[in-house]
C-alpha cells in the first residue's frame, strides 16, 4: 500500500526561536543515550533555533573536566545516533557545547553557565531545563531553579515517574507549581512522541471510513500490548522500587489507552487534546483486582540486587473499562512484561461479528477467528494492517482471512522520521504540550490504579520466552490475545 504525501513546511520556518538548553543529568545514561544523540541529529536536520546553546550540568561530586564532557558528548553521538559526528555539522554542533556543575546549596555556577549562554546568544533566548535526573533529586533542582531566578519563563520537561501513587504525585506536583506554573511544564513519555501513536489519531479522524464505526456499537474489544524480551538487564535497584505495573501502565500504556479512546478534539491544539484525553481518564472506572494478573519471570530471584523474596511483578495483564457512552461494556486489554516471546508495541481494535451469519464456517473455526481486527504497531517506523475474510478460490464458499496492510518503511521516506525523544524535545522548544502529559491527568490515573497498588493479586510465575502465565487467557475470555498472531 502507498501513499501520498505533500511536502512539508521548510525546516527554517518550522524552527524554535532562540534557546538556552539545560541539560541536568548530562552525563547520565539517558543523556548518552537519547538527549545529545538527538540533539544533535536535531541540528542537522535543521530543526533547531537558528541560534542556540546546550549546557550540560552534573553535581560537582566526580563532575568531568569541559573537555571530558565534550568526549562524553562526542562518544554518546557516535554510539546511539544515525548520524555520525562528522565533519562541519559536527563542528557546528559541538561550538555550542559547555559544561558546569551544580549543587543544590551552591548555584552560582549553574547561573552564570545559563546567563554566559544567553550572552553569548543575544537578545532574550528561551530557556529550557531537561531535568534527566533520579526522581529523588527532581524536586530539589526544581527548587534551586526557583531560588535562583532562573524559572521565570522557562520551560521544564520533567522525566518519569511521576510519584509512585496519588499521594507522592501530588507531592511532586504541588512541588513544581511552586515554582513553575503548570503551562511551562513538560511531563515526558517517549511513548507519545512516537509516529505510529500520532498517526492513530490520523488514521482515525482523517478518514471517514473509520471513524464512524469506532465505538461500542462496532467494536468488540481493544487491547494495548507491548511485551518486552529483554530481562531487567541488571537494572534491579530501579526494578525492584518500581515494578511492570508502575513502570509502563501508568505512565505509558493507559497514555495510549487516552489517544485510542477519546472524543474528537475541536483542534489538534495542546488543550483541545489534553481536555478530552482528561475525559477518557475521568471516565475510567478504578481497576479492578479481580481482572489483574501479576507475573513474575523464572530466574528473577537470581538476578543481582533482587531481594530472595521479591513479589515485584515483571509481567502484567488486566482489563480497563471506559464508563462512558461511546465505549461502555467495551474492554480494554493491556499486557505487558519482561522476558516474554516477542517484543512488539500493538493496539488492536477488535471490531463486531455480524449479527446475520450468512457463511458455512468449520466447526473448529471459533468466534474470534470470525472477527476483523485493526493492528495498529506502533514501534518504530509502524504499520496499520486490517484483518478481514474473504472467499477463498475453489468451488465452495470458503473463508479465508487475510489483511491489507499500511507499513511506513514502504511508503514515506523515513529520513525525516524523528525519534521519540527528539520529537518531544522539539515540541517543548516550540512550547507545544499536546503529547505531554498534564498533572491532573497524572494524579487521575494514580487513583485509578490504586486499588491494584493496595491490593495487588499474587505473583504468578511464567517462563522466560512465553508471553506470560497461564492465567492471562481469562482476562479476554471470550475473546483471545492477538498475539501471538494466530493463536
Given at each position: ?224 500490548d507491548v511485551p518486552e524480551k529483554l530481562s531487567i538487564e541488571g537494572r534491579a535497584a530501579f526494578y525492584e522500587g518500581t515494578g ?244
Amino acid at each position: 500500500m502507498h501513499a501520498k504525501s505533500h511536502a512539508d513546511a521548510s525546516p527554517a520556518s518550522r524552527r524554535p526561536p532562540d534557546h538556552v538548553i539545560v541539560l541536568f543529568g548530562a552525563t547520565g545514561d539517558l543523556a548518552k543515550r537519547k538527549l545529545l544523540p538527538g540533539l544533535f541529529r536535531l541540528a542537522v536536520a535543521g530543526l533547531l533555533p537558528a541560534h542556540y546553546r546546550v549546557v550540560g550540568i552534573a553535581p560537582s561530586a566526580g563532575a568531568p573536566s569541559a573537555a571530558e564532557f565534550m568526549q562524553h558528548a562526542h562518544d554518546a553521538v557516535a554510539e546511539f545516533s544515525s548520524v555520525p559526528p562528522t565533519g562541519e555539522s559536527w563542528k557546528a554542533f559541538a561550538g555550542t557545547l559547555s559544561f558546569a556543575t551544580a549543587d543544590p546549596d551552591d548555584p552560582s555556577k549553574l547561573v552564570a553557565a545559563v546567563e554566559g549562554a544567553a550572552k553569548e546568544i543575544g537578545g532574550r533566548p528561551q530557556r529550557l531545563f531537561h531535568l534527566a535526573v533520579p526522581p529523588a533529586a527532581c524536586q530539589e533542582v526544581v527548587a534551586m531553579l526557583g531560588r535562583a531566578g532562573l524559572a521565570d519563563g522557562a520551560r521544564v520537561i520533567i522525566e518519569k515517574p511521576f510519584g509512585t501513587d496519588l499521594a507522592s504525585a501530588r507531592t511532586l506536583n504541588d512541588a513544581i507549581h511552586a515554582v513553575f506554573d503548570e503551562e511551562q511544564v513538560f511531563r515526558i513519555d517517549h511513548f507519545l512522541g512516537k509516529e505510529s501513536v500520532e498517526n492513530i489519531l490520523a488514521f482515525r479522524f482523517a478518514n471517514g471510513l473509520f471513524e464512524p464505526v469506532w465505538n461500542r456499537a462496532h467494536i468488540a474489544y481493544v487491547q494495548i500490548d507491548v511485551p518486552e524480551k529483554l530481562s531487567i538487564e541488571g537494572r534491579a535497584a530501579f526494578y525492584e522500587g518500581t515494578g511492570a505495573f508502575r513502570d509502563m501502565v501508568v505512565t505509558h500504556l493507559l497514555q495510549v489507552l487516552g489517544f485510542v479512546a477519546m472524543e474528537p478534539p475541536i483542534s489538534f491544539s495542546a488543550h483541545a487534546l489534553a481536555e478530552e484525553k482528561q475525559k477518557v481518564f475521568d471516565s475510567l472506572r478504578p481497576l479492578d483486582v479481580t481482572h489483574v494478573v501479576r507475573g513474575q519471570y523464572e530466574g528473577y530471584l537470581a538476578e543481582p540486587g533482587v531481594a530472595a523474596d521479591s513479589t515485584t511483578e515483571t509481567f502484567v495483564a488486566l482489563r480497563a473499562e471506559v464508563d462512558n457512552w461511546r465505549w461502555a461494556g467495551v474492554p480494554f486489554f493491556l499486557r505487558t512484561g519482561k522476558s516474554m516471546a516477542a517484543g512488539r508495541q500493538l493496539v488492536t481494535i477488535g471490531l463486531r461479528e455480524p449479527v446475520l451469519r450468512m457463511f458455512d464456517v468449520d466447526a473448529s473455526t471459533t468466534s474470534s477467528d470470525r472477527l476483523n481486527e485493526i493492528v495498529i504497531d506502533f514501534a518504530d517506523p509502524g504499520s496499520i494492517a486490517v484483518e478481514f475474510l474473504v472467499k477463498e478460490p475453489g468451488a465452495d464458499m470458503r473463508l479465508g482471512r487475510t489483511e491489507m496492510a499500511f507499513r511506513y518503511q514502504d511508503s514515506f521516506s523515513t529520513a525525516n522520521e524523528l525519534e521519540g525523544y527528539e520529537r518531544l524535545i522539539l515540541e517543548a522548544m516550540r512550547g507545544d504540550r499536546a503529547l505531554f502529559i498534564t498533572a491532573a491527568g497524572v494524579e487521575r490515573l494514580w487513583e485509578i490504579a490504586a486499588p491494584v497498588l493496595e491490593h495487588p493479586p499474587t505473583i504468578e510465575l511464567y517462563q522466560p520466552g512465553s508471553w506470560g502465565p497461564s492465567s492471562i487467557d481469562r482476562i479476554t475470555r471470550p475473546y483471545r490475545w492477538h498475539l501471538p498472531e494466530g493463536g
